[in-house]
Nanobody
Framework: QVQLVESGGGLAQAGGSLRLSCVTSSSFFRLVDMAWYRQAPGKERELVASITQDEKTNFTETVKGRFTISRDNAKNTMYLQMNSLKPEDTAVYYC????????WGQGTQVTVSS
């Protein structure tokens, strides 16, 4: 069973930045398209950003130009750099494959104050 461990969340002011990390136990990480998701209170989980095995990236419209996604295959780790944070970015952030094929980790809470 692949384990996903998200970290890096916290409290930030609007306009601030946070960098999230996702470490996986998968031996095949480098071959898998990965993604960041988030779930705000009372809302469904949504895909925020994705990165393919050859590092092509895609973002949901609401974070384009503010978030970047990257991966370090040598460390089995994916990152989400979040800049110009807004209160509406407040959510629990999770990582998983693009197809949500792994069991979900605990996520990391991001809270943005206005």
């Amino acid at each position: 069973q692949v384990q996903l461990v998200e970290s890096g969340g916290g409290l930030a002011q609007a306009g601030g930045s946070l960098r999230l990390s996702c470490v996986t136990s998968s031996s095949f990480f480098r071959l898998v398209d990965m993604a960041w998701y988030r779930q705000a209170p009372g809302k469904e989980r949504e895909l925020v950003a994705s990165i393919t095995q050859d590092e092509k990236t895609n973002f949901t419209e609401t974070v384009k130009g503010r978030f970047t996604i990257s991966r370090d295959n040598a460390k089995n780790t994916m990152y989400l750099q979040m800049n110009s944070l807004k209160p509406e970015d407040t959510a629990v952030y999770y990582c998983n494959t693009v197809g949500m094929g792994y069991f979900w980790g605990q996520g990391t809470q991001v809270t943005v104050s206005s």
